[in-house]
């Protein structure tokens, strides 16, 4: 079964054995970095052999470090892209925004086991960058992140009439609803239940069943954004 190397290119074959070490990764679970993913493991399940591995690394910890590295850059599927496929039904449909926050926020509650993928990234940020290379992959990923949030909520605010209240940015938007998706996601790496809320304050088409996460998010967009006023 195992391919020799001349069948691929050394950086072919990397990347082949990250792609297995990031599906190994996220099938395993979190731990405190990367180091239960031996090397070893992810030639056989790539159908290699070991020695077409060690022509990529020359011992297991290089190979650690570019697993991390791959891991927060793996984009197989951003956090932003279960927030629009929630609400751009909701949106097309007329929705009043309250039901879009709840939705929305429903959508990007991270939940372990479930979620691992996006919780292993948030893992390996929490554990802090052990080199140059991973602190550069940690603020690349978190800056594509905000970036694609900053643009949703851009599309967001000019859909209900709505702009940001000075002094705050549409970035600065992003980056505080990111903290507490991320605050959260921590809190459910822990093993604890997010709370929920049974709500009768809510208008007409906005559903009574609230996360926490959700409460958090509509108090933070009322404070910084405001209708924008009708001109006459």
């Known amino acids: 079964m195992g391919e020799t190397m001349a069948k691929r290119t050394r950086d072919e074959t990397r990347k082949l054995l990250l792609d297995v070490g990031i599906r190994l990764l996220y099938e395993r679970g979190i731990h405190l970095g990367v180091t239960h993913i031996r090397l070893s493991d992810v030639v056989a399940a ?6 077409a591995a060690y022509r990529c690394w020359e011992n297991q910890d290089a190979f650690y470090r ?3 590295a791959a891991a927060l850059l793996n984009r197989e599927k951003m956090p932003v892209d279960d927030t629009i496929a929630r609400i751009a039904p909701l949106v097309a ?3 009043p925004l309250a039901e879009v926050v709840r939705a929305g926020a429903e959508a990007n509650l991270h939940r372990y086991p479930e979620d691992t993928a996006y919780l292993t990234k948030i893992a390996l940020r ?6 140059d290379e991973m602190a550069e992959a ?3 990923r978190f800056r594509t992140s905000i970036d694609s949030y900053a643009g949703m909520y851009s599309e967001m605010l000019g859909v209900f009439g709505r702009r940001m209240r000075h002094p705050y940015t549409v970035r600065d938007l992003a980056l505080s609803l990111t903290a507490l998706s991320e605050g ?3 809190q459910a790496m822990s093993g604890t239940d997010h709370p929920r809320l049974e709500r009768t304050d809510q208008a007409p088409g906005v559903g009574s069943d609230w996360t926490l996460f959700a409460c958090g998010a509509e108090a933070i967009i009322d404070h910084f954004t405001e209708p924008i006023p009708h001109r006459d």
């Open 93 to 95: 449909d007329g929705a």
């Open 184 to 186: 959260f996601a921590v």
């Open 138 to 140: 940690t603020q690349l």
């Open 46 to 51: 790539a159908g290699l052999t070991t020695g």
């Open 66 to 68: 570019d697993l991390a």
């Open 126 to 131: 929490v554990c802090g960058p052990a080199n």
